[in-house]
């Protein structure tokens, strides 16, 4: 399976003609938060694949366009507390948002990010006993604790998102939230079996969990 994760900023090999040859083997779209609508849209309207996201601190209430307005982006399913299972078999689920620093929308303290990461267990568990494992990739706005994050409030790491991939060791943790301006910044990290990934602007996966079945549907 090829998946393309996006997040924070448009870019412009994406939000142009040049999408469908440059992505044309893409499977799935995961989106980890700040990006417009309009942008999500266009993006499954060209590939035609699925979508998934999560919204980020930035993310708008309500956004206007030229075909009406929409809370959501139109043709994708949000991650937000939910476990999800894609039709191909892939196990995900999400946590929109980042720590609170301004009440402003999307924004929670570490002690309702607890709370959130607990209400996604009991899916979890019947993962396990259903499919044999817990999670395939964990979809947040912010980074987990410690990881990828920084010293400031706003962009300070997650400490339920850190315990939830140390105890259920899903394949991936993409995440967005932190801004990349240099080459040697650290994206991705190992925890135990998770690898951690800043998904900033856009990052390619190829990714074949136990049990996954075609995606695309092929003529004989």
Not at 23 to 31: A, E, G, Q, R, W
Not at 116 to 132: A, C, D, E, T
Not at 142 to 166: N, T, V, Y
Not at 174 to 195: A, E, K, N, W
Request: net charge positive.
């Amino acid at each position: 399976m090829n998946i393309l994760t996006i997040s924070d900023i448009e870019v412009g090999i994406i939000y142009s003609t040049q999408i469908r040859e440059r992505f044309k083997n893409v499977d799935l779209v995961i989106s980890c938060g700040d990006l417009p609508y309009y942008y999500l849209e266009y993006i499954v309207s060209m590939l035609n694949v699925p979508l998934y996201y999560v919204r980020g601190n930035h993310a708008a209430k309500m956004e206007y366009g030229e075909h009406g307005s929409r809370t959501h982006p139109w043709g994708g399913l949000d991650l937000h507390r939910r476990c999800v299972r894609d039709r191909s078999g892939l196990l995900m689920a999400g946590i929109e948002g980042s720590l609170q620093y301004n009440y402003g929308p999307y924004q929670y303290s570490q002690g309702q990010m607890w709370s959130l990461v607990f209400s996604l267990v009991p899916g979890l568990f019947y993962n396990k006993i259903r499919h044999g494992r817990y999670l395939d990739i964990f979809v947040t706005h912010a980074p987990p604790w410690k990881i990828h994050d920084l010293e400031d409030r706003p962009h300070q790491g997650i400490k339920a998102f850190r315990w939830l991939i140390q105890v259920f060791q899903p394949a991936y943790h993409l995440h967005g939230h932190i801004h990349i301006y240099r080459h040697d910044t650290i994206t991705q990290t190992m925890v135990g079996r998770c690898q951690v990934i800043n998904t900033y602007g856009y990052r390619q996966i190829q990714f074949d969990p136990p049990g996954l079945r075609p995606f695309k549907e092929t003529n004989p």
